[in-house]
């Protein structure tokens, strides 16, 4: 406790952070506490620490998946602190959650939920090193200025870098978040700028980084072998074989439970190298017990019949839902599959249990999610887990789950002492995922005589996880989902279908499929009622800039934002104009994530079908840009995976168990298919908000609606790669 | 069970592996390489990617018995004493990765496309790098680090 900062490791460093715990602000330490731990290094908070040399580490609090928030939070950070950017090191946090708060990558939250507290964690800094030099000058605070890592005092022009002050600073009383001074918007020098990430250059010279990177010494390598159909429990396994194969030091049965989130049931086999486990896994011989009834192909033959139908429940309804007869009703069913998360680098752990405690390295997007499931399955307390987040080989909402954790953990409790990494193959990883859901919708509306949509019905089929009443995670539609509220006679039905398949969070939940299948019928509606698809939109979305959520519950819409994002994207891609038959240009939009998002896509289609993406261009309002790098490649990123999804991917189970086992079963989009992207922000005064999804949803309809331009065919079921484009 | 000699980014190294192993597992877990990364390990996304004798190959389908004595470089191997090569350079001006596992193998095929076209065109890009995934989809950015780090030699 009284150990000088800078002889503490980082661990024992942000320990004294939890002893402290409970300032007025997550991350801040009492006035006390600093005063007591603070000989040398300044480290008012847990987010900075300057050392009398200088050099200034700022910590980054969330999982980095590729969103791009190692940097841009850190960013925040340093803007308020008043340091050169060069001048930072940036080092990922520990899992510390009752001094950073939540620390998990999910709902593109990283920016919204902790923009205004870094800001104040680098003013609190910042007032302190001026205080500091002020004291030291004994001249009035307000006579000092800091600028750039240095405390000026402005009538004198004296100087003092922040290392010189740390020492002084470290014994003042920290102030009041709520109070300190932050910067004006217009004074901002880093924000906003486009910065490099700041592993590039690790990334680019192949350094340790990521889960899969991850050794201990003595280290085993491990493969564990779930029953390809879900939560299938292990009947008999010829553990005697497998130990005799080259490699192979050890194999046993972990019992597990059915439960789809917990420790499921499967055969560890334990190597000295991961090929020695990949290929005894290969070998095994196992038989299971297993229920397999689920066919994707027996839920399609139903929803084909069930979803022209009334629903099994009622989402929302408002005005008349009942459609006039008056022959002006259109309909369309839409379907989509499910799909995978597909993260580059695979699923994989590393534990180490030992003296009744684990610790634990893992790309993890959400290590608070997944203390609570190694606690249960180890039937040990949280205090004896430590979890190391790594950098993440992609994200997606895949790794929000902790079930490739839970196995580690249970594996290296078996091997008590023992170091162990778990890599699962790519069969396994596409194998047991929680997958986005697939859906059907059948849609009915109605434009009237002035060319206004007047009547809008839904009727949604979904899963749920062998549930009929609750739907699957991401597997449900809101009763505000557009064009709710933008319509005056609504009828939102759903009904569920109990599957075993598991499903989660996939890039924009919900919004990824639900965007693509509205926005095509509300494409279909502009085309009945013989207006401009942009046009059609503008006036759907009315005159009322922001529409409450309905029952105060839920987001607002702010129509203005999106009309603002339409007009931008339709002028900057040149909306309007005409083109030669087989090209065309379609539009779409879609609030998520708090954020607001049009896309246009210019497609060309050849007669005989063969589909080219020329072009994608977004319009955003996320508020005020902070990397603009990161925030261009966000949306670049999303566009071109919207894109990937729609035209390639689906995860087909029959038997029980997911069909595609690889990469050549489960398309992704390469080099040559990917299009041009531009993207657009608009200069907006609203809080800022989060980046790493809201581009997604509205790029898959728009490229569908440039697919009806240029050729007058509607696509109406996705993967776009098995449906006939041929045209003329 | 065979002790293999290998040459790996200059240096002479030795693994105690079976003869079929994947040199992208040698390279991983017996040599502490491992900015190879493992994403299929059936030649399929190109993650993996090395160069052997100059050559981009896939080191996930590359038993180690294949290697003998040739020349293998990694993407650890490429800095000349600590100075990036140019596209590694342009990699990181222009911040292409996102979550960053594909791009040490996006980089070696990069490095073996320069090498055989100093002066690519698009469809030579296309060509060379189709094989190579990017889940997080930085593939615009990819294009143009190469046009740039072309541009700069």
């Known amino acids: 406790m009284n150990a000088p900062l800078d002889t503490m490791d980082r661990r024992g460093f942000f320990r004294i952070g939890a002893l402290v715990g409970g300032g007025f602000m997550l991350g801040s330490w009492s006035s006390a506490e600093a005063a007591e731990s603070g000989t040398a290094a300044f480290s008012p908070n847990a987010y900075i620490r300057i050392s009398p040399e200088g050099a200034v580490t700022i910590f980054a609090k969330n999982p980095e998946v590729g969103q791009g928030v190692k940097t841009s939070l850190p960013m925040i950070v340093a803007e308020e602190l008043e340091v050169p950017w060069e001048k930072v090191t940036v080092e990922q946090a520990p899992v510390n959650e009752k001094d950073f708060g939540r620390q998990m990558a999910g709902g593109s939250m990283s920016t919204p939920t902790n923009y205004d507290n870094l800001r104040r964690m680098g003013a609190i800094a910042r007032t302190m090193l001026v205080a500091a030099a002020a004291k030291e000058w004994q001249v009035p605070v307000d006579e000092c200025e800091a600028v750039s890592g240095e405390v000026i005092h402005k009538p004198s022009g004296r100087k003092a870098g922040y290392g010189s002050l740390a020492s002084a600073a470290s014994k003042l009383p920290v102030p009041d978040g709520k109070t300190v001074t932050l910067k004006k918007v217009e004074e901002f020098k880093l924000l906003g700028k486009r910065i490099g990430g700041v592993d590039n250059p690790k990334i680019v010279t192949g350094q340790p980084l990521f889960g899969i990177d991850q050794k201990q010494p003595d280290m085993k390598y491990a493969c564990y072998v779930r029953c390809p159909v879900f939560a299938g429990k292990v009947k008999e396994a010829d553990l005697e074989s497998v130990k005799k194969l080259p490699g192979v030091t050890d194999a046993f049965v972990i019992e597990g439970t059915g439960d789809h989130y917990g420790l499921l049931p499967g055969v560890a086999i334990i190597a000295k190298d991961t090929w020695s486990a990949f290929k005894a896994k290969n070998a095994l011989k196992v038989t299971w017990d297993a229920d397999e009834k689920e066919s994707f192909a027996a839920h399609a033959a139903k929803a084909a019949e069930v979803v022209k139908e009334k629903g099994a429940n009622e989402i929302r309804k408002t005005g008349e839902p009942e459609f006039p007869d008056d022959g002006k009703t259109i309909e369309a069913s839409y379907h989509y599959p499910h799909l995978s998360h597909a993260n580059l680098e695979p699923q994989n752990c590393t534990a180490v249990f030992k003296d009744g405690a684990v610790e634990i390295w893992a790309p993890t997007q959400n290590p608070g999610g997944a203390l609570d499931g190694i606690a249960k399955a180890l039937k040990i307390g949280k205090d004896k887990i430590t979890i190391h987040m790594t950098r993440i080989g992609g994200g997606f909402g895949r790794r929000l789950m902790g079930d490739f954790m839970i196995e580690c953990a249970a594996i290296a409790q078996k091997l008590d002492g023992t170091p162990v990494k778990v890599t699962w193959t790519r069969d396994q990883d596409l194998g047991h995922d929680y997958y986005r859901a697939g859906g059907w919708h059948h849609f009915r509306g109605r434009v009237d005589d002035a060319g206004k949509l007047s009547h809008w019905a839904d009727h949604f089929v979904t899963f749920g996880l062998n549930s009929d009443e609750r739907t699957g995670n991401g597997a449900d539609l809101g009763g505000d989902e557009f064009p709710s509220r933008f319509v005056p006679n609504l009828l939102l039905e759903r009904t569920i279908f109990p599957s075993n398949t598991p499903l989660g969070w996939w890039r924009a939940p919900g919004s990824c499929a639900l965007a693509w299948a509205i926005q095509g019928f509300i494409d279909e509606m502009a085309f009945a009622a013989k207006k401009d698809p942009l046009d059609f939109r503008l006036e759907l979305l009315g005159d009322q800039p922001e529409v409450p959520p309905t029952g105060g519950r839920g987001q607002s819409y702010n129509a203005a934002r999106m009309k603002g994002v339409l007009k931008l994207v339709a002028e900057k891609s040149g909306w309007g104009e005409k083109l030669e038959k087989g090209r065309g240009r379609g539009i779409a939009f879609h609030f998520s994530h708090l954020g607001y998002v049009a896309v246009v896509a210019d497609v060309t289609v050849s007669q005989d079908g063969v589909l080219k993406v020329n072009k994608l261009s977004a319009g955003v309002d996320v508020g005020p840009i902070m990397n603009l790098s990161g925030a261009e490649n966000q949306v670049e990123g999303s566009m071109i995976d919207g894109l990937s999804a729609a035209w390639f991917q689906e995860i087909l189970v029959e038997k029980g168990a997911v069909q595609q086992k690889n990469f050549h079963e489960y398309h992704l989009l390469t080099m040559k298919d990917a299009p041009k992207v531009e993207v657009h922000f608009a200069k907006s005064g609203y809080p800022p908000t989060g980046l790493g999804e809201p581009a997604l949803p509205p790029t898959a309809p728009a490229i569908c609606n440039a697919i009806f331009a240029a050729t007058g065919k509607r696509v109406r079921t996705l993967p776009l790669a098995k449906q006939d484009l041929s045209w003329g | ?153």
């Not at chain 2, 030795?14 to 597992?25: F, H, R, S, Y």
């Not at chain 2, 990617?49 to 990694?74: F, L």
């Not at chain 2, 002066?119 to 615009?140: F, H, K, Q, V, W």
């Open chain 2, 1 to 153: 069970m065979k002790t293999f000699k290998l040459n790996v980014n200059g240096q002479e190294r030795k693994a105690e592996v079976e003869e079929d192993t994947p040199l992208l597992w040698v390279l991983r877990d017996h040599l502490d390489l491992v900015g190879t990364k493992f994403g299929c390990g059936m030649s399929l996304c190109g993650a993996c990617t090395v160069h052997v004798n100059g050559e981009a190959v896939r080191a996930c389908v590359t038993p180690v018995s294949a290697i003998g004595d040739k020349k293998v470089t990694t993407i650890e191997g490429l800095a000349n004493d600590g100075k990036l090569t140019a596209l590694q350079q342009a990699w990181c001006d222009l911040d292409v990765a996102q979550c960053g596992y594909c791009q040490a193998g996006q980089i070696m095929c990069a490095t073996a496309l320069l090498r055989e076209k100093p002066d690519p065109t698009d469809e030579d890009i296309d060509l060379a790098m189709s094989g190579n995934l990017c889940r997080c989809a930085t593939y615009t950015r990819i294009r143009k680090a190469i046009h740039t780090a072309a541009a700069a030699k």
